[in-house]
C-alpha cells in the first residue's frame, strides 16, 4: 500500500533563513506527488504538483520541490522563508494515478512550520 | 485556479440534531468530490468519495448511515451528519478534483467546516 512519511513534526527557522521540509513516499508506480499548505482554521492550498518531466518543480509563493526517485523523496523547499510562510504543510501521494478517476490522495502526517522574527 | 467553497464555515449543534454541510466547485465542474476530517493536529483522514449521479464511496470505517453524501449536481456535493454527538465535532473539509488536471487528478480544498456538538 502507498504511504507517505514526514519525517519532520515541527519545524523552526528564522525569517530570510532558508527552508527544506523532508517528505518520503513509498508507491510501486510512477507517484504524482502534491504539496499543501494549510493555515490554521482553513483548508489547503496547492503549492505544487509533479507528475512527470522536470524533477525540480516550481510552484506558488517562491517553493519548489525534487522529485528523486533514487531516494523516493520530493522535499520543499524555499531559499528565503517569509514570516507569512507559518503554517502546516502537507506531502500527499495520489493513488491509482492515471488508472482510475477517483485519484485518492494518500496524506503525510503534516509538517508545522514556525518563522522566528 | 480551481475555487472550492465550502458552507458553513463553523456550525454548532446540539446533540441528536442533523447538520449539512455543502460544497461547491465554483468556476469548474467536478464529477468527482472527496470529504474529508481532520482531528487537531491530526493530518487528513478520507471519509468519502463523491461522484455525481451515483452512491458515494466509503472508506472502511465510515459510517455510511451516519455521514450522508449526496452529489445531485456537477458542482455541488453535500454532507449531513446525521443524529450528531460531541464524537462527531470535527473539522470537514471537501475536495473537488479538477478535470482539467487530465491524467494528475489534482484536487482543490474548499476551507473546511469547523462542527462543534454540544
Known amino acids: 500500500a502507498q504511504s507517505v512519511t514526514q519525517p519532520d513534526i515541527h519545524i523552526t527557522v528564522s525569517e530570510g533563513a532558508s527552508l527544506e521540509l523532508r517528505c518520503n513516499y513509498s508507491y510501486g508506480a510512477t507517484p504524482y506527488l502534491f504539496w499543501y499548505v494549510q493555515s490554521p482554521g482553513q483548508g489547503l492550498q496547492l503549492l505544487l504538483k509533479y507528475f512527470s518531466g522536470d524533477t525540480l518543480v516550481q510552484g506558488i509563493k517562491g517553493f519548489e520541490a525534487e522529485f528523486k526517485r533514487s531516494q523516493s523523496s520530493f522535499n520543499l523547499r524555499k531559499p528565503s522563508v517569509h514570516w507569512s510562510d507559518a503554517a502546516e504543510y502537507f506531502c500527499a501521494v495520489v493513488t491509482g494515478a492515471g488508472g482510475t478517476s477517483y485519484g485518492k490522495l494518500t496524506f503525510g502526517q503534516g509538517t508545522i512550520l514556525t518563522v522566528h522574527p | 485556479g480551481a475555487v472550492v467553497s465550502q458552507h458553513p464555515s463553523r456550525v454548532i449543534c446540539k446533540s441528536g440534531t442533523s447538520v449539512k454541510i455543502e460544497c461547491r466547485s465554483l468556476?469548474?465542474?467536478?464529477?468527482?468530490m472527496f470529504w474529508y476530517r481532520q482531528f487537531p493536529k491530526k493530518s487528513l483522514m478520507l471519509m468519502a468519495t463523491s461522484n455525481e449521479g451515483s452512491k458515494a464511496t466509503y472508506e472502511q470505517g465510515v459510517e455510511k448511515d451516519k455521514f450522508l453524501i449526496n452529489h445531485a449536481s456537477l458542482t455541488l456535493s453535500t454532507l449531513t451528519v446525521t443524529s450528531a454527538h460531541p464524537e462527531d465535532s470535527s473539522f470537514y473539509i471537501c475536495?473537488?478534483?479538477?478535470?482539467?488536471?487530465?491524467?494528475?487528478?489534482?484536487?482543490?480544498f474548499g476551507p473546511g467546516t469547523r462542527l462543534t456538538v454540544l
Open positions: 468556476d469548474f465542474q467536478a464529477t468527482t
Open positions: 475536495s473537488a478534483r479538477d478535470p482539467r488536471s487530465g491524467r494528475t487528478d489534482t484536487q482543490y
